[in-house]
């Protein structure tokens, strides 16, 4: 069962959008929002597999909402305007449907999304699914962390503190910020500076001797810029 997000500033375009799903027995309306911020809030508490999602709307727009997602659903657009076709199909959507959509073309757009659903599921069912988390002592307990959450680890001397995404927690952990590395995915976090390893996901910007990330300012050593060109994909510089 595919479970969708509807996204759409105009309730009634929602209320079609749904009223249209009725007649689709592997397709379940798992929410409906009305803005961006809405539907970013939804996603991070859901298991979302497809979105429909409208264009233009107030705040960030539906173009900017699925470029921001670190992972993205599958993607249906459902617009009133032609004129962002090409924007959209260079995200990798599903479909560009422009209202008012035919119930047939609808549905085509649908079955274009369960089949792609369905191969998905088939290769996940053949490849083992990477580990996405590690352990860390802390507190006299085993704490199980995803790597999603980190943002950045600070290394402090028999410590190493874990900065999580949401600054109002970190886990400090009696070990090694060296003997840590070896548990984290090497392209996913690069050693930027003796006391810190950075989440690449989150960097913002790199200038010489700082890395800013999303909640902070981190220093680069020369020592480890090679790591930097490696992380970046490009020669030295």
Known sequence: MIRCL?????????DLLEDNLKHIDYIHVAGRCRTANEALALLQSEQIDLLFCDIHMP???GLQLVKSLVKTPMVIFVTAYEKFA???FELDVVDYLVKPVP??????ACQ??????ELNKASAEKVPAKKNYFFVHADYNLVKIT???????????????????????????????????????????YRVHKSFLIN????????????????????LSDNYRDVINKMIGKEPF
């Open 112 to 117: 274009k999304a369960y089949k792609l659903f």
């Open 6 to 14: 509807l996204i759409d500033d105009e309730p009634l375009s929602i």
């Open 147 to 189: 790597f999603d959450s980190v943002e950045y680890i600070e290394g402090l001397k028999d410590y190493v503190k874990i900065n999580m995404i949401n600054q109002q927690k970190h886990v400090l952990s009696r070990t090694s910020i060296k003997a840590l590395q070896v548990q984290l995915p090497n392209d996913m976090f």
């Open 103 to 108: 119930l047939e073309r609808f549905l085509k």
């Open 59 to 61: 705040g960030l727009n």
């Open 86 to 88: 090409i924007d959209g």
């Open 200 to 219: 690449v996901n989150y960097v913002l910007q790199i200038r010489r001797g700082k890395i800013k990330t999303l909640n902070a300012e981190l220093p």
